[in-house]
């Protein structure tokens, strides 16, 4: 075989069945990504003799005396960016990055015909971060970034310091480096929804060539713990173990086999004898909690930490203010129903995976694709009685989180095999693992009850919550309780009630998923007082306005009042606002014959990082070149935190953001950090960020007036000198001068996430609805968000459009559907359909006029919120344009078919309406 690679001759020959994107990975072309393994994706996107193909599915010999160009040969030969990469750095056409390359090759293989037909271009190509906008900015030679002055980098729209090597792939995500001795891990994982494992015969397996080990439950720790990863474990059930001698869910780890090669371990699982004893299972949550039915986890509810083991009922929440019966009885309307929500996936490109070896100091080193570094070294030292100083673990490039990585999923079963072989070993789940055995959103059924006067004042809410947790329960009452939380506090009804459960049953593991449960029951609570106001015949919008929480009013939730909580800038009078003008506009849109013409809107509240603390450390230093150092431990998977941490810290040293070196997501760099979730990257380590860097410039302006003769009146930081009222002194010499003093300038900041405020958002759709096909067409999308002093417009405006895409796709199409037996049988991106470039239309982003009294110079957090408002805003329009109420997502056009072809049948009876 002879192949040019990005313009190197190459001459191995391929393994038989080898794709290219192995050969071209195994010679350390990383920029091409692995995304799926089918097709789907395009993340691993290259150009074969200048034709762009999906490498996984292009068999490596037929490159045999053709010339290959990865991203990495995009650029010219002396470095020159293609003019496409220049396009996507100006316009931050990416987010995590990790469909960047894919993106990229695609789009410098467009003629000119088909740079205008980008919906059709970008069929073979997906992204979950971006919502594509600014991919079509993009193209298209949008520029969205700006070069502000020394010191006023907050508030503007810098790009991404990891830019450059995005665009060039060489940003290196977890498995993107050569480990010598590398070996590969696959999991047997269980066909039964429920079984006890009677007996595991491992000895064909240990006989296929290169198998270096097969781990078992009898290999594996005792102890239980939760894969969810919080501050506080002690919140989360104890149900997991790392291979358990019962299988709970189809898809369940029984067995990892460590070898060579993936092929090699893949044979070995084949060859694992199991014996099981099949046992009744349970797929339905309230069936579930009918006596009698089998208990997913017989176990001790105080230590286990679920609230009624035998009901599989693993957590629980009631609360009722004033009193809802005569809440009710004083209501000139009532409506009452029952919503559903469906599981969702993640779905972030980059699968989970980690890589593990022990370092040269004998430290057990754990590279993951993870939201929290710290958490995961916390959790594998106690679960393998390790001290934390012998443990490191540290996130490359995440591609893509979404809350799915705040979870422990592959580190425990990795280091378990680590410990063992003293070896490095890898396990990178496929994209079908990433459906059967990593986590979805939280399945919800929320039955709504509201009331209320004629006059539009809400008497009374109540609302019964039971959240599918699955078969562990990992974050499910964590999620049940944020669920009821901010969605029942948000409206001032005097009377609320709400019962909720977080129940177990035999199916795949929800877990933390972009709102936390609140997308799930606004759902619920914003399409039933839209359906009130209708019945009351009042405009949805102005019932809503009229009982919304006002900014002195105290945040009531279903534990009672969370002292923590306060609003500490209020912007949600401005979201209706914007709002109520996109509705008062007429439709410009063109809309084809016949189609319902509808418009509808939701809004949300959403708190600024969970209950019970979160915390966060920053260590800033003057580095000898006069530059600084920033070293935070919160990981960035594409939300966009290192940037905004260089702009806090810029902004404090007086400098550019150049001059800031940001170091991050790896517990070698500070204290501790809680992770990257709950939205806490800016409001939480962004504090911290900013304690640093406020007490290192004092610390630098004092040294200079006590050792270098600098007036302290005055004087301040300027990049690369300290300005005083009699000149200049370099940084570097302040640097020189304590250093020879045996001093380093450094400082630490520090914040716990506490107190915190809320943020707020508003969505507005206008909708058309095809009464013959059930398709609905979004002909405007309008979103309010309230996060405080924007930090990064152009950043945040990303997080609003990925959120609202993501969100769409969960509204119109996305399902993770359950055979029978409980398992997934959507476990292939061909057969779960993610929102691609052409099913997402452009959303109008507003940012509100507000500045927050808690966080950082004034922010909020905006990370999750986006998606909360999108399926009530929608359902709503597709009520107003249709008549009819849909109570259960997604709004596939199917479901939206059958539905009016109900209703027309129902109006033809003789006598009906
Ligand atoms: Fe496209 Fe993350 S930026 S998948």
Redesign the pocket.
Known sequence: MKVEINGRPFGEEPRPGQCLRTYLRERGWFGVKKGCDAGDCGACTVHVDGEPVHSCLYPAFRADGRSVTTVEGLASPDGELHPVQRRFLDAQG???????AGFLMTTAALDEEQLADLPRAFKGN?????GYRAIEDAVRGVRHTEAPAPGESVGRSLPAPAGPQVVTGTARYTFDLDVPGLLHMKLLRSPHAHARILAIDTAAALRVPGVHAVLTRHDAPRRHFSTARHEHPEEDPEDTRVLDDTVRYVGQRVAAVVADSEAAAEEGCRRIEVTYEVLPAVLDPEEAMRPGAPVVHDKDAATARIARPRDNVVGEAHGEIGDVAAGFAGADAVYEETFRTQRVQHA??ETHGAVAWIDDDGRLTVRTSSQTPFLTRRALCALYDLPPERVRVVAGWV??GFGGKQEMLVEDVVALAVLRLRRPVKLEYTRAEQFYGATTRHPFTIRVKAGARRDGTLTALRLRVVANTGAYGNHGPAVMFHSVGESRAVYRAPHKKVDAFSVYTHTVPAGAFRGYGLGQVLFAVESALDELARRLGLDPLEFKARNIIGPTEPMLTPGGHEEDLHIASYGLDQCLSIVRRAQAEPAAEPVPDGWLLGQGAALAMIATGPPGGHLADARAALLPDGTFDLAVGTAEF?NGTTTVHQQIAAGELGTTVERIAVRQSDTDVVRHDTGAFGSTGTVVAGKATLRACRALADQVLDFAAAHLGVAREGCRLAPEAVLHPGGRLPLKEVYDAARALGLGLAADGHFGGTPRSVAFNAHWFRVAVAPGTGEIRILRSVHAADAGKVMNPMQCRGQVEGGVAQALGATLFEQVRLDERGAVDTAAFRRYRLPQYADVPRTEVHFMETADAIGPLGAKSMSESPFNPVAPALANAVRDATGVRFTELPLTRDRVWRALERRSRTRRRPGSP
């Open positions: 990416f987010q995590c990055g990790f469909c960047t997906l992204c979950r971060c971006t972030s490109l591609g893509g594409g």
